[in-house]
């Protein structure tokens, strides 16, 4: 008996033919069920009105001119200065970044700032290089509070030497962002 042979008598036996469409019954509805069935439930609920406001930053600064006179400073000397910050509103993380100048100068990379909290002068927060001009994070400021600074201008000793006669117009943009 070959294998067409085989397949023909097992198909002819009405018992395996029942058997086969039972289960092919069977296997139709367990996918059905699965498919037509598969539910998914969701419940949400609804948190009420919410109030969203944008809370206001205000500064204020003790001098509008330069903070330090720096001018014909000679390569090792030092100025210094000090300003009195106050944070008219909201409460956030005050910082301060030199702003004016081309970060390739010379003369901006020739100058060293050190900032320090006024009479503090150990408690250093930043003693870098005028340039490239980098965001100082000064840190916390409560509302209403008054922070003092001591700003401290070096034109270093390994500055260039051919210096002599330039100039740099210099500012500091003061930023208090919230928390």
Not at 47 to 59: M, P
């Amino acid at each position: 008996m070959g294998s067409r042979e085989t397949w023909l008598a097992l198909f002819s036996d009405t018992r395996v033919m029942v058997t086969l469409l039972a289960g092919a019954v069977v296997a139709f509805a367990a996918v059905a069920v699965v498919l037509i069935s598969n539910a998914a439930f969701t419940v949400s609920s609804n948190s009420g009105a919410n109030s969203f406001s944008a809370g206001t930053i205000g500064l204020t600064l003790s001098k509008s001119g330069p903070i330090v006179d720096a001018a014909n400073l000679r390569r090792g000397q030092s100025r210094s200065g000090d300003i009195e910050v106050t944070n008219t509103r909201e409460p956030g993380v005050l910082s301060v970044t030199p702003t004016g100048f081309p970060d390739t100068s010379p003369l901006a990379q020739g100058m060293q700032l050190k900032i320090t909290p006024q009479g503090q002068p150990a408690n250093v927060f930043s003693n870098a290089p005028l340039a490239p001009a980098k965001r100082i994070v000064l840190g916390p400021q409560g509302s209403g509070a008054v922070s003092a600074w001591t700003f401290e201008l070096t034109l270093r000793p390994d500055a260039a030497p051919d210096l002599g006669g330039t100039s740099l117009d210099a500012s500091f943009e003061w930023e208090v962002r919230s928390k």
